[in-house]
């Protein structure tokens, strides 16, 4: 199962595409790919998008307290905001969706990292 | 302090002004982020993980009272309220909006500011001591050579595109506070026997991927020869650094491939084909530079102060003096270490209110001058000892009086995880639990001088491995563990660390530092600190205690 990400053109904020093909804040109304085809041809699509999202990729995502998690740490915390403040980043919004983030236990390189590292 | 003339000013606007349309380009679309990206990055405006981050350029780490009130404004304006003070000596904020960018470098500019050069395959920001123009023993003003080799640096030409990005620390110390070992040029300004002015030339320092201390290529360069020699070294590198790797593109490596006698010899002979007195600094250059560093007007005073004294029957102020409280070189005056370093709390940040107090403070009793150290701590560097205590009792107010400079709690951390697009773990939250296992002030004091540095990748922001402790963060398959490094040290007798053992996992990681504390207050000798115990007992003891569990 896979979600498309990227940050918002205008203020940099981790964006996730939800299944009215809009981008959104959180993570738990991002869309989800079962298909490797389907998520592709979004990615793809993204990637033309360029006054709304700067470099999307698709992320791995994993059940947790029944919802979904990004698998990768670096993911979560795109999703949830800086581990060292808890007054900042999505996670001040709390609920049950929030929680299912903060206690996934998932590990995975981000291929946000490993492109962004290729491309410097 | 230098200020910025006509030219400068309009050099600036002018920037602003084209960024401005560049930004609005590519809101619209008429620019994608591929064209975009070097455009912003040019500006010190990166894409990190939950936002854009500023990255804004303070040269030789000297700010006054103005132009910090400017930092408060803006991070309480366009960020959440505070900003990151790094190794650099550079202010990080971490969550800008694109679109407010060119309002807040206008706002910079107002003060003679920017983020210019703190990104991209350039000359970055100059570091200096930040005890500059207050220590006893510097021979001369380092940040007058700073401010020289930063207008030569600002925009030129020919250095726009490096092999990978370049810079450059000076000190005139002999105590080194500008980590100049680490540094692709590091420059000591000392007097030959001849009592001549000149630089200790050292190239090809560096942490990162591959640590080396830069060894020095010319011990006594004259001080009026010190752009052409630059302009050399920065040719040579332009011409044979290498631009096909990415890790093997910094000027050490190339340092380390000629060795440091072949690169001396390629330096020399760039130089002698130079027409020297076209590249070095005229005199009257030189002097309207320095006279923005001319020495302040310091009143005639007992070097010893009765209020200083008297206030030291508060124990906590007393242990403040002993820690924080530096000596100035005119009698009567002191400098101030202003920490950024509370446990628990962020190491280098610094609220917009605590920015607010400590400009207060600069210019009511430190000529309006203060100060960032690569140890993301402040200064506050020419105050008269009478007014220490009342400086004490507002920096307390503000939660900036931690007496723990130097001492185990003073941690470098680099942002980490938590915000850098490029880490690999974080470093912050492992800060926060080593620090929360020392806030009693007696035991820091009783463990003494320990530096510990940490970083959330191999890019070694953190300088973890010139940490007496060092802490790097690594990615094991998407969970983040710690390798500890221990003996390194960024000063005159600079070492790397040395690798304790495998990796630990973040749990682990707060605990090894109490171990490794107790080995080392079980096995000192008198006077020892850390540092020389681990030089003389090595890695084995240490080694037994963190990893006892597992054998």
């Known amino acids: 199962m896979k979600a498309l990400t990227g940050n918002r053109l205008d203020d940099g904020e981790a964006i996730f595409l939800a299944h009215s093909g809009e981008w959104v804040s959180r993570f738990a109304d991002a869309e989800l790919f079962e298909s490797d085809d389907a998520a592709l041809a979004a990615e793809a699509h993204a990637k033309t998008q360029i006054t709304l999202v700067v470099d999307p990729y698709l992320i791995d995502v994993i059940p947790s307290e029944g919802a979904w998690a990004p698998l990768s740490f670096r993911e979560r915390v795109r999703a949830l905001g800086p581990t060292n403040k808890p007054e900042h980043g999505k996670k001040t919004e709390g609920g049950e969706a929030i929680e299912a983030l903060l206690h996934a236990h998932g590990a995975a390189r981000s291929k946000g990292r490993i492109e962004l590292i290729r491309r410097k | ?551």
């Not at chain 2, 971490?94 to 983020?115: C, N, Q, R, T, Y």
């Not at chain 2, 005229?282 to 302040?296: C, N």
């Open chain 2, 1 to 551: 302090m230098y200020r910025y003339d006509t030219i400068d000013r309009e050099m600036l606007a002018d920037r602003v002004a084209e960024f401005r349309e560049q930004c609005q380009r590519r809101l619209a679309g008429e620019l994608t982020e591929d064209q975009f990206k070097r455009i912003r990055l040019m500006n010190g405006l990166y894409l990190q993980l939950h936002a854009y981050m500023l990255r804004i350029s303070i040269p030789y780490g000297a700010l006054t009272s103005r132009q910090l009130r400017k930092l408060a404004f803006i991070a309480g304006t366009y960020d959440k309220g505070y900003g990151h003070f790094t190794t650099r000596t550079n202010l990080q904020l971490h969550w800008i909006k694109l679109k407010d960018a060119p309002d807040i470098l206008e706002h910079l500019a107002e003060v003679g500011m920017h983020a210019i050069q703190t990104s991209g395959n350039d000359i970055r920001n100059i570091t200096a001591d930040p005890h500059a123009g207050a220590n006893a023993d510097e021979v001369d003003d380092p940040r007058v050579w700073a401010e020289v080799i930063r207008q030569w640096a600002t925009f030129h030409p020919e250095f726009s595109f490096l092999p990978r990005k370049f810079k450059i620390a000076v000190t005139a110390s002999a105590q080194d506070r500008a980590a100049t070992k680490v540094y692709d040029i590091g420059l000591r300004l000392h007097r030959n026997d001849d009592g001549e002015l000149g630089f200790e030339v050292l190239v090809g320092g560096g942490l990162g991927r591959t640590p080396y201390l830069g060894p020095t290529i010319r011990k006594h360069l004259p001080a009026k020869s010190l752009l052409s020699y630059l302009q050399a070294i920065l040719r040579v590198y332009n011409r044979y650094g290498r631009r096909d790797n990415i890790w093997k593109a910094r000027i050490k490596v190339l340092v380390a491939g000629l060795g440091a006698e072949g690169f001396a010899s390629e330096v020399e002979t760039e130089w002698s084909k130079t027409d020297q007195a076209k590249i070095d600094l005229p005199d009257t250059e030189l002097a309207r530079i320095r006279s923005a560093f001319a020495p302040r007007d310091f009143e005639s005073l007992p070097a010893t102060s009765q209020a200083f004294e008297a206030a030291k029957k508060d124990p906590a102020f007393a242990r403040f003096a002993r820690h924080n409280v530096k000596p100035h070189k005119v009698p009567g005056y002191a400098i101030i270490d202003v920490s950024l370093k509370k446990p628990g709390e962020t190491p280098g940040d610094c609220s917009v209110h605590q920015m607010e107090v400590v400009a207060d403070l600069a210019e009511r009793y430190s000529m309006d001058e203060a100060r960032v150290s690569y140890e993301q701590n402040l200064i506050l560097p020419h105050v008269k000892l009478d007014d220490v205590p009342a400086i004490w009792k507002a920096l307390d107010a503000a939660e900036l009086a931690t007496p723990n400079r130097g001492l185990v709690t003073d941690i470098i951390a680099c942002p980490g995880l938590d915000y850098c697009a490029l880490a690999n773990a974080r470093a912050i939250p492992i800060a926060q639990k080593i620090a929360m296992k020392f806030t009693d002030p007696a035991l820091a004091e009783r463990i003494g001088e320990l530096p510990i540095r940490i970083s959330g990748c191999i890019n070694a922001c953190g300088h973890h491995h010139v940490g007496a402790i060092g802490i790097l963060g690594v990615d094991k398959k998407g969970e983040e563990f710690y390798q500890v490094t221990l003996g390194g040290s960024p000063e005159a007798d600079a070492t790397l660390g040395q690798v304790l053992g495998p990796a630990l996992p973040a749990d682990k990681v707060a605990d090894a530092v109490d171990q490794m504390v107790e080995v080392y207050l079980r096995e000192r000798k008198d006077g020892e600190r850390f540092l020389d115990t681990f030089r003389r007992t090595g890695l084995q003891p240490f080694k037994e205690a963190v990893y006892a569990d597992a054998h």
